[in-house]
């Protein structure tokens, strides 16, 4: 006997909209990048780094090539133009940070002696830089149409590579009255410091103080596609560098794009129903047709 066979087609239309909370290992390649780039990070005594800073604990896509820090005990430190400086503080809501020379940490004698370079493209000087001069294997005996009180009171004593050297620091006045002495000193180099600290200094001319004040560091603004950054930021997304274009890039969770996440429009069956859904989440929506 033959069963009439009834045939029941039923068509489930199931859009399941999934924000991209699922394991990890169902996620691209671009959301390793997301995940990887999305928490913060210490180095040294710093806290809650981003952004363009990478380092041991972070790895280099997460940052900008020249903001890499290395990091060890409480010491977190930067290289700019082939130079070491010590990181003492990050800001990252007005893209500041606060450095001071490695070769002068507690120390009025570096074995080099010259002037630091700031890469311009990258960094400006905070507005309250100010430019300390220091004067280097200046002569013992000073010319004699100079009287005692006409010398310095800034005077420190160097052993630099065995070699004893009298050395000055100057501010502001002080330079433009040592004017004579200082053209017979071998070098002059620019130290920056606060400028709030030029009367601190001014106020105690010992080394001590000197050594003090430059230790406090100075002011150096970034410029590592900040304003990039922040729209990223803001689209949901996590800065970072793709090192192969060797530009920035906004690390998304559905992928990377040049500068922001793309909001995506989600249109259910009824147009009313449409969705836009803007912060980069990743939304799957599936189709699934069956027959009992
Ligand atoms: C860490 O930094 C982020 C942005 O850079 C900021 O929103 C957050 O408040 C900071 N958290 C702490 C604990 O400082
Ligand atoms: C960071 O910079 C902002 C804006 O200049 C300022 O309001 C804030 O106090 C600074 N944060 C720290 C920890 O200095
Ligand atoms: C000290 O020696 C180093 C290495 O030879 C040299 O590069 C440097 O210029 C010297 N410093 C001074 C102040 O002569
Ligand atoms: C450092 O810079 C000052 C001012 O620009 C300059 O006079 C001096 O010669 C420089 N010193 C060295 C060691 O290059
Ligand atoms: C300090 O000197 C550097 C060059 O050595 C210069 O670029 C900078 O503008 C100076 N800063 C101030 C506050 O004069
Ligand atoms: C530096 O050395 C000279 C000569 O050795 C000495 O007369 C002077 O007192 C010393 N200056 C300081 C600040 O120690
Ligand atoms: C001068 O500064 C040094 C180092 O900051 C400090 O130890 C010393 O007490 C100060 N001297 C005076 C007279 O303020
Ligand atoms: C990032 O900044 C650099 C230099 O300021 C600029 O050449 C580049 O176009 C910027 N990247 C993007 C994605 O805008």
Known sequence: MQLLRLTISVSFLIITITLCQIPRCFCSVGEKYYTDCSSSFDCGNLKNLSYPFWGPNRPAYCGHPDFKLSCSGEVAEITIMFESFRVLEVNNSDYSLRVVRTDFWNNACPTLIMNNTIYCTLFDYGS???NLTLFYDCPSSL???LSDS?????QFNCSING?????YFMTGDMLESADEIMGTCKSTVIVPILESHVKVLEANLTVENLKAVIDNGFGLKWKANNSQCYD???SGGHCGYDLSSEGFTCFCRDGSF???CRSMVIQYP???HSLLLEGGYLYKSHRLTWSV
């Open 258 to 260: 040049p500068s922001t």
């Open 128 to 130: 309250d830089s100010y």
């Open 143 to 145: 010319p004699l149409s």
């Open 232 to 234: 990223c930021q803001k």
């Open 150 to 154: 006409d010398v310095p009171s800034t």
């Open 163 to 167: 070699t004893e050297m009298i050395d």
């Open 270 to 272: 009824y147009p009313h």
